[in-house]
């Protein structure tokens, strides 16, 4: 359970960019931040891993207090929430499997992370977890021979193998084409369902968020503005939290995804992003996962 | 329609410096100053004419240059050169990266990176020379004063470059693996040093092409290596001597600069 309360962040530009949001995500809730650029949704992430300093307010996870803590206790906070970057953050001249098990520093000392001797555990589960997202004939290639969609991927396996209990997701499919994005998306969705974690997935793609969330946050100027059901988007919410616009377009697309297509295509790209032949083998990973 | 009334509307580049009269008035203090500065220097033009056949003669005792007759201390100089080259630039690099690492003002608190800045500007501000004669004073004759020299004088290379290449990097990356709660050590290991290792690998090569030429130039000072055989020739008027250790240094900076190009290739 994560707990957010009077959080308020000001920039030293005097830019005040959120103005006391009270948030709380149950476990296994996965959750979409909608609103405009500038309103404050990446900012809301990064002061719950405290990659931002918030100004004033409270962020608890399992009822530790985050906003507190410091050095060691705070890497440890850490490396108990998973986050996931827009354009993917790999380190691009480390290999695939290095930027997965990057995922375990927060639990591995100095020296067997820089001589690269992970526990073989760790490196069994990062195996287990690119051969999930189709990838782990690719651990030696260098993150930046991959595509978009593949770093990805990587990125989520990063995220999933510090074994956290809170996924950060920050624009997932910022740079992506509209199918990869829908796939990343699926995958988050049920790598969540799989492991019973909560997730906090900002996204520009309003459609992308009804489709894959439980519930929506719309932000505005650094203030909710929105906090319900996806099909609860109507054109009056959509103007409340990004401004005056034609949202016909929009609108109607809701009504299509709450019904049966959605649910339809989804097997069908699930089932072109594992091939046929291996699906049955990766069926018993994704138990082994869980 | 109306498209043969179209006003053509002016447009040019608009000019670095805004106001017209700044412009022509800089142009001209420019051209008056530099007209001046030629005026103020005094060319003798028959001490000019009398030193060319000093010159031509000069050049003529280079010829042919005598590789044999001082061999063997043109190859202890030479190889005194090398291993100054190779101590001097391990040394110098191994102490440049904390300082580097401190002086980046994206990840080191502010009286570190002041701290760092300082050392770095102190290392770079005396040329290799100001520093030869330095610790040739401190250390008295020889190549370990030349090896210092060197050495101190590629912290402020390597240090400066290092900390720019830091400040240059992708923060994602870096932010990437600090989200992940990775200790300070670990984040630099895995968010900073992929990001910089291969420029700092080619720069470490050209630093060390430096360094040798420079060891030719300290020796000159009293620091050892090829620059004190050098000298040496030149105090006893063994000019075709000297013009085969001029040769010497010229082959091995070529024989440098193909390696070291090839070697970057590989690392990139």
Known sequence: MLRIRGLTKRYRTGELALRGIDLAVPDGEVMALIGPSGAGKSTVIRCINRLVEPTSGRVALNDTEITTLAGRELRHMRARMGMIFQEYALVERLTVMENVLSGRLGYVGFWRSYLRRF???????AFRLLGRVGLDQAADKRADELSGGQRQRVGICRALIQNPDLLLVDEPTASLDPKTSRQIMRLIKELCTERGLSAIINIHDVMLAQMF???IVGLRLGEIVYD???????AEVLTRIYGEEDWSATISKVDEDAGEPADSEGTRDTESVI??????????????LT | MSIAATVHRHWRKPPLIRHAWLRWALGAGAALYLALALG????????????????????AAFFPPDFTSRTSEIVDGILESLWMTVVATAIG???SIPVGVGAAKNIAPAPVYYLCRAMLAVSRSFQEIILAIFFVKLFGFGPFAGLVTLAFA??????????????DMDPAQAQAVRATGA???????????????????????????????????VGIVGGGGIGATLNTAFDRYEFDSAAAILLVIVAIVMLMEYSSGYLRRVVQ
Do not use: C, H
């Open chain 1, 119 to 125: 526990p073989q555990a760790d490196v069994d589960e």
């Open chain 2, 93 to 95: 690099i191994a102490m």
């Open chain 1, 228 to 234: 319900g059901a996806p099909n609860g988007l109507t």
């Open chain 1, 275 to 288: 091939p046929p032949d291996t699906r049955q083998p990766d069926r018993d990973r994704m138990a082994g």
């Open chain 2, 154 to 167: 590629t912290i402020g290379f390597y240090g400066k470059l290092l900390a720019e290449d830091i400040e």
């Open chain 2, 183 to 217: 200790s300070w050590l670990q984040w630099v290991n895995y968010g900073v040093q992929p990001q910089v290792m291969p420029r700092m690998i080619g720069l470490a090569l050209y630093r060390f092409d430096i360094n040798f030429r420079e060891s030719a130039v």
């Open chain 2, 40 to 59: 103020t220097i005094e060319v003798n033009w028959i001490r000019v004419w009398e030193g060319l056949p000093r010159a031509a003669r000069f050049f």
């Open chain 1, 213 to 215: 969330a439980e519930r």
